[in-house]
């Protein structure tokens, strides 16, 4: 049989296609399907889900879970550092050598003079810090009002019912002279800590959480500072953190124990703590104590008002005290230490005396709560 030159090429196209449909089909068998994960809408503005933290206050009427597992999942431990990727740098003889780089230690230092006033003026040259007894070379300075992540965290139980009107006000007072680029987020805790209220920076929605209150139920202090801390480390937008921790009495209820919360707060560039015992007969001994070493391990304060008027004027000072506040780092001499690494900061200034620094107490090297 002849072929003519239409029924040549026809032939050609069809051996063509064929071929590249085996091709394809031998190309599809050795490729592993492509996984896919189902969407999840976007989280509604100024609000990101947390597994720590429950979201909203229960109204008023409902019942707090009896069992606090069941709704508030224990915070992660402390996240470790990333591995640090080695330098690579040529020597004088043109062969390249690795220098391992090590992790800068943040501390966020306060300075007050003899009578506490805040010392502001400060260089680089006043400061000293020592590592257990070791003077360490600072390798960055700052002195600024830096934006922080802020939580608020505040006692709900039943205790609280004739403080908050009070308590939310100074709250709010605080927020409106604090730096207006700070992120906020507000955590209601009784028995269990509720976020009210995500980061954000608008003050009416601040205030709104502020207002989502149930009182009632017991006091699980120590759970709720750890899940705020952790829930700090979803905002890496911002270094420097602090929490503000307000109540009227003794944990009670938490599953953590103080010198457990202490441990998770005192990770490099963890947050700093400030806490308000109101004193009445539910703020013990011990109560106070727990809030003492829970903001002086961190580089903070506790007040302890006689009185509710005084709320107000604490919040103020607690603002001025994040918006004065020094940023000094330096590099650990062993990346390899993992033991905890006790810090003392000295000042000097003329003019002054006696110069008194406040930051953190010390740190875990490789964990941070960033």
């Known amino acids: 049989m002849r072929f003519g030159p239409t029924s040549v090429l026809r032939s050609a196209v069809w051996i063509l296609t064929m071929a590249l449909a085996l091709s394809a089909s031998t190309f599809a068998q050795n490729v592993p399907p492509a996984q896919t994960t189902p969407s999840t809408p976007p989280p509604a503005t100024g609000q990101t889900s947390d597994a720590n933290l ?4 229960p109204p008023p009427g409902a019942q707090e879970p009896a069992d606090q597992d069941s709704t508030v999942q224990q915070p992660a431990a402390a996240e470790q550092e990333p591995a640090s990727a080695p330098d690579t740098s040529a020597n004088d003889s043109g062969r390249f050598v690795f220098k391992k780089q090590v992790q800068e230690v943040v501390l966020h230092a306060t300075v007050v003079d003899d009578s506490g006033r805040l010392v502001t003026s400060l260089d680089r040259s006043a ?9 360490e070379p600072i390798t960055s300075f700052r002195r600024e009002d830096a934006p922080v992540a802020m939580g ?14 009070k308590v939310n006000q100074a709250v709010l007072n605080l927020i409106r002279v604090s730096n207006p680029q ?18 954000t920076s608008d003050v009416n929605l601040l205030q709104a959480a502020l207002h989502q209150v149930s009182t009632r139920g017991n006091t699980a202090l120590y759970d709720a500072v750890v899940a705020s801390a952790v829930h700090l480390r979803n905002n890496p937008r911002l270094d420097k953190k602090v929490l503000l921790v307000i109540t009227d009495g003794r944990d009670n209820m938490s599953q953590e124990t103080l010198q457990e919360a202490i441990r998770k707060l005192q990770p490099n560039h963890g947050a700093t703590v400030y806490a308000i015992g109101l004193t009445d007969d539910g703020l013990t001994r011990d109560g106070r104590d727990a809030l003492q070493n829970l903001a002086s391990s961190t580089g903070g304060v506790a007040f302890f008002p006689q009185s509710l008027n005084e709320v107000d004027d604490i919040t103020r000072t607690v ?19 993992k033991a905890y690494q006790s810090i003392r900061v000295e000042a000097k200034g003329s003019g002054h005396s006696r110069l008194t620094v406040r930051t953190r107490s010390g740190y875990y090297p490789g964990e941070t709560v960033r």
């Open 54 to 57: 429950p979201q909203s206050t």
């Open 127 to 135: 400061f000293n810090v020592f590592v257990n007894g070791v003077s």
């Open 152 to 165: 608020i965290v505040i006692d709900n139980s039943g205790s609280m019912r004739d403080k908050r009107e």
């Open 182 to 199: 700070d992120e906020i987020f507000v955590v209601n805790f009784s028995q269990t800590p509720y976020l009210d209220q995500d980061f």
């Open 319 to 337: 603002a001025r005290d994040i918006r004065s506040q020094y940023t000094l780092a330096f590099k650990p001499r062993s990346s390899a230490q």
